[in-house]
């Protein structure tokens, strides 16, 4: 998509195709520049605005088809809310809204000279359109009829703001970003049979044209390095089991201790012998989106070139129901030298992660360590899809982790950890149990376990199965598929890690 920033001039927007989209701020009426267009289509849009009752509060749009006297072939004004409560979220979720509003329009002029008088109006305008692209984001290419799915169909916006310059330069990074996203959200939203764990590890190995070391293990090199309990969710597969490590150094230091990003990636999930019923059994080809977000952050990183060192590792499997998968009771032993009885195997994706934390912790000698897993159902029964999960041995890391998804959009909610929880992981046989004798407290439970295997480093565990996949659009992201993650790692890099 081309996203073009330019001056304030209200005769290039008559002249604009597609649609032009004007920002209204609540109460304040139209702005000069929208004033002149109104003049130019004999009073069509303030017409409009009065009928329509439009107030320009946040969320709020209003199409006109067909306007006279304007070459466009609608206008569509844009709620930014009040003044004083306009900041990067409502930017953002404004251009979304646009975006939404705006049909199968391919070419939108976005007039926002009423931002001119806030004294961040060019970062204002940049994450307008940041707000705009990401919400353009469509998966579809498996449909076979163009008219099976309404959107809007955008491959240009050009954004009238004051001190284009600047805008543009607010954007750069932020287009970046937005690259990372629709990646995660490319791989959430494809199905297993076409994203198994060894194409999975393919996709990420693209990522070494943006200068990102990419190693794949395999299973002959996870075996050897002990990784037992990440293979054993994999043994009823056809397909290999894979960890994915990628370095992303842009430190000055190149040899400073990394912040490591590990991700869970289930890229299907039947919950092995412990079979799920199965109602929405489909959903479970997001089981990935952890791994996806790693990916898809490393993506972002690397391509607006943080000034940090990053390490993304994904460990990637199928679970599925053979006669060679493993069964519950099983014992395992983890690369850390624990042992682990198997009472569910649908709580598998833990046994992935507990070998990918010890492999980093052990291997890179991390400051901080963060994991991103769709890990537990009772995370959504506590969050609905608002929130991400926060469980953290580090109050700094955790604080550090709520700042950056407040700034970014992207928000999580600590929870609490204790010994007290991590008493209910005992085994009749082995270390630990992978799960509790009970459904109380599913979700703590399981940060409890992966705790056992990151040692004294600073560590954060993301619950994200809210998050990751939802059923209904929001401002900035359509359903299914959304990538979240990227915009809160990049936003914590950017906030904390980097030079």
């Not at 149990?433 to 040692?455: E, P, Y």
């Not at 619950?463 to 359509?478: C, L, Q, R």
Request: with cysteine; hydrophobic share 45%; charged share 25%.
């Amino acid at each position: 998509m081309k996203i073009k920033f330019t001056g304030l001039d209200a005769t290039e927007a008559a002249k604009a195709k597609g649609a032009v989209v004007v920002g209204v701020l609540k109460d304040e009426g139209l702005s000069p520049v929208a004033a002149m267009l109104d003049e130019a289509s004999g009073g069509t849009i303030s017409r409009a605005f009065k009928v329509g009752k439009f107030t320009g509060k946040a969320g709020e749009t209003l199409g006109i088809v067909a306007p006279q006297g304007l070459a466009c072939d609608r206008v569509v004004l844009v709620g930014l809310g009040a003044r004083g409560d306009l900041g990067d979220r409502a930017a953002e979720a404004a251009g979304g809204h646009a975006a939404a509003a705006l049909g199968e329009a391919e070419e939108m002029t976005a007039v926002l000279d009423a931002l001119s008088a806030s004294d961040d109006a060019a970062a204002l305008a940049a994450r307008f359109a940041f707000g705009a692209r990401l919400r353009t984001y469509r998966f579809d290419k498996y449909r076979t009829k163009s008219d099976e799915r309404k959107a809007a169909r955008l491959s240009a916006i050009v954004v009238q703001c004051e001190a284009a310059d600047k805008a543009k330069k607010a954007y750069d990074p932020l287009d970046a970003v937005a690259d990372g996203v629709f990646l995660a959200r490319d791989l959430v939203n494809e199905p297993a049979n076409v994203l198994h764990p060894e194409e999975f590890a393919k996709r990420a190995e693209k990522l070494s044209k943006l200068g990102v070391e990419v190693e794949v293990l395999g299973e002959k090199e996870m075996k050897k390095l002990g990784m037992n309990t990440l293979l054993a969710v994999g043994m009823g597969s056809e397909r290999e089991s894979q960890l994915v490590v990628m370095r992303w150094q842009g430190a000055k230091d190149k040899d400073a201790a990394p912040l490591v990003l590990v991700g869970k990636g289930v890229c299907f999930d039947t919950g092995g012998i412990s079979l799920k019923p199965a109602a929405k059994m489909e959903e479970m080809t997001m089981d990935m989106g952890g791994a996806a977000a790693v990916t898809g952050t490393m993506h972002a990183l690397a391509s607006r070139k943080a000034k940090a060192n990053v390490v993304g590792i994904i460990g990637l499997v199928e679970n599925m129901p053979d006669g060679r998968a493993q069964r519950p009771g099983d014992v395992v032993t983890s690369m850390s030298g624990q042992t682990v009885e198997v009472i569910n195997t649908d709580a598998e994706g833990r046994l992935v992660l507990c070998d990918a934390l010890w492999y980093a912790q052990d291997r890179f000698k991390p400051k901080a360590m963060v994991d991103l897993a769709t890990l537990t159902g009772a995370i959504i029964i506590s969050l609905g899809h608002e929130y991400a999960g926060l469980f953290s041995n580090d109050d700094a890391l955790a604080g550090a982790l709520s700042a950056a998804g407040d700034a970014s959009g992207e928000g999580v909610w600590r929870f609490p950890m204790s010994d007290a929880y991590d008493k209910k992981l005992k085994s009749r046989v082995a270390d630990m149990a992978n799960v509790s004798g009970g459904r109380d407290a599913g979700s703590i439970t399981a940060a409890q376990f992966l705790k056992r295997f990151v040692n004294d480093v600073p560590w954060a565990h993301l619950d994200i199965a809210g998050t990751a996949y939802v059923s209904e659009d929001k401002p900035t992201v359509p359903k299914y598929g959304t990538g979240f993650g990227v915009r809160l790692l990049d936003r914590l890099v950017a906030d904390v890690y980097e030079d």
